[in-house]
């Protein structure tokens, strides 16, 4: 086996630069928080369940998004008819919360963002 050198910022500097909650809060000092889509903070699946229940109410397309996780790999987006019953809730969040087991070991925050999902997330999400 050869060794391979890998340059990189330390870990913690990766866990910032990928916490979509910090970013957030620079977003909306910088440009404000009509630059934001709406979003709510959860740490536990009963209050992810009732924040994308409410949200879908208002919104066509909902998404939950890992807060640590890089790239789309802890992004899930909903068509709003799909999650406006709490049973069908319920099984979102709790195929969401076991979908990604890797980012929960690596990154154990423990926080997830809901989000209203826009266009771009959208297709986005749509080819993976």
Known sequence: RTPVRVIS???????IANDK????????????REALVETRISRDAAAIETDLRMMSQRHN????????CASAMGNAVFASCDVHAE??????VQEFLGSIP???LRH??????????????MASTNRS
């Open 9 to 15: 910022p330390p870990p913690p500097v990766t866990w």
């Open 21 to 32: 909650a910090l970013f957030d809060e620079l977003v909306a000092r910088v440009l404000g």
């Open 61 to 68: 397309r909902v998404g939950l998004k890992r807060t640590r």
């Open 87 to 92: 049973v069908d809730a319920a099984d979102a």
């Open 102 to 104: 890797t980012c929960r």
């Open 108 to 121: 154990n925050s423990g926080s997830h963002r809901l989000t209203q999902a826009s266009r771009a997330s």
